[in-house]
């Protein structure tokens, strides 16, 4: 599996090997002792997966606060992605910077996102289905979020019109909240 790093310290795109042949394609979808070469603290402890039926669908920007705080390995097994991952960590080269990342079923990518980052995607296409491993269970009560389109951030989303949660839709402006971390 391929490791490559991203502009912001701590995010790496996982690249596995692919077997593809006339019947089908065979890939290690994650090694414990790979993600110890990045993070080695890190031991995930549970699996989600989400489907969203249209292009589109925006979920995000996600963040745990202390103590609950969330290390995300991500990947689509259907359908496409522009994901998005901003740096919260005061003090980090990278405080308040942002990348985006295409993940598909097809590029066969894994992005580690890990403490200290809110977390976003839109679909780019519909009936998309993405699994994320995470190493803390998240607690209602420590969760927070910043507005996807906040304009001091300048994030550059695909040309689709988004479909939020309400509860998306009223999250803070950077500038409305205290990084946590």
Known sequence: MLIVRS???GV???KPN???DERG???ESFRSST???ISPRTVFIQDNHTKSNKAGVLRGMHFQKPPYTQSKLVWVTRGAIFDVVIDLRKGSPTFKRWEGFSLSAS???????PKGFAHGYMTLEP???TQYKVDAYYNPEAEGGLL???PDLGVRWPEITPLLSEKDKKLPRLREVESPF
């Not at 590029?107 to 996102?113: D, G, P």
């Open 12 to 14: 790496v795109i996982f």
């Open 127 to 129: 009936e998309t289905e």
């Open 7 to 9: 502009k912001l310290q």
């Open 107 to 113: 590029n066969f990518l894994r992005l580690f996102v």
């Open 25 to 27: 394609f065979f890939l």
């Open 148 to 150: 996807w389109n906040d």
């Open 18 to 20: 692919v077997s593809l």
């Open 35 to 37: 993600l110890e070469k």
